[in-house]
């Protein structure tokens, strides 16, 4: 019996770890590749998250669903979702710099958030959408470790597309950008026409995890969203693990997550007196690994190393 909740724990461990290796990709993508200041990602997880759980769910009276569409339908929806809504702020957001970015974004984050808290034709509100259905339903199939496997299928995959994205001539001119606006502009380049396509894919992908994480947690509420978990952790993990790198981005979600969940262990051995004070202290200690790591490696777990230009032959 031990072994056994050893064993469920870590298959836990590692799904959620693999969803939020999907969305600190996804940032990559915008902070990593371009230097996009995006403060915002828990709006597009969210979107995601409800998209594909409003396709998949059976028919309810309370919100709006009933679609009982197939699980990958369901991922198809987060990511088109979170494209849509990555294309409507880029445009709006597409020139604004830093800071100005970031007060955008966490702004269009929380209208997500609310709207999703409030609208209960749609989302049910804060009573939540229950009963999301993971792939293989009711079959042998349909059990944790299969997820696992299927959230790791999706992590590869997604790994290999931003990476080779990051290896071409485009993600290059990501990088000119985020290195040198400037001469990158006096090169012909269109500056916002880059950044909005960094923007809208990494949306995408983190709509993707957003559709992931649905389906594993069978359950969706607001406070899932909250900008603690969605979006100050993933910054937390790309930083920590490496920004501008993608094997960085999943192995500081895998580090982070561990660090996460690890204090959940120990402040749920203090006294219960002390029991409220538990989730400021997990913040403050996740605060205190990444001041450790900024101080000891600057640029991350594993820094960022470009690709080698190979001299063609003539």
Do not use: C
Not at 52 to 74: D, E, H, Q
Not at 207 to 217: I, K, Q, R, S
């Amino acid at each position: 019996m031990e072994l056994t909740g050893i064993a469920s724990y870590l298959i836990s461990f590692l799904t959620f770890a693999g969803v939020y290796a999907v969305l600190a990709l996804g940032l990559n993508m915008q902070w990593g590749f371009t230097g996009q200041f995006n403060i915002g990602v828990a709006g597009f997880f969210a979107v995601g998250a409800y998209t594909s759980a409003i396709l998949t769910t059976p028919s309810s009276p309370a919100y709006l669903g009933g679609f009982g569409m197939p699980f990958l339908v369901g991922l198809a929806g987060a990511v088109i979702a979170s494209t849509l809504l990555g294309l409507i702020v880029g445009l709006i957001t597409a020139r604004l710099r830093t800071d100005y970015l970031a007060i955008a974004s966490i702004g269009i984050a929380e209208m997500v958030r609310l709207f999703v808290k409030n609208e209960d034709w749609l989302t049910n509100g804060v009573r939540g959408i229950a009963g999301i259905e993971r792939p293989f339903a009711d079959t042998v199939l349909d059990n944790p470790f299969v997820y696992l496997v299927i959230v790791a299928l999706f992590v590869a995959g997604v790994y290999f597309l931003v990476q080779r994205a990051y290896a071409s001539p485009w993600g290059r001119v990501l990088r000119a950008i985020r290195e040198n606006e400037p001469a990158t502009a006096a090169a012909g380049k269109s500056i916002a026409g880059f950044r909005l396509q960094a923007f809208v894919l990494g949306s995408a992908i983190m709509g993707l995890g957003g559709g992931l994480y649905a389906h594993f947690f069978g359950f969706l509420s607001p406070e899932a969203f909250m900008p603690l978990y969605g979006t100050f952790l993933v910054w937390v993990m790309l930083i920590a693990g490496g920004s501008g790198n993608n094997r960085g981005a999943i192995l500081g979600a895998i580090v982070v997550w561990g660090v996460w969940s690890g204090t959940e262990l120990l402040t749920g051995m203090l006294p219960s007196e002390h029991a409220t004070q538990g989730a400021a202290l997990r913040v403050l200690l996740i605060g205190v690994l990444l001041q450790v790591i900024l101080v000891t490696r600057p640029e991350g777990i594993l820094p960022e190393k470009p690709p080698k230009l190979i001299a063609k032959k003539r």
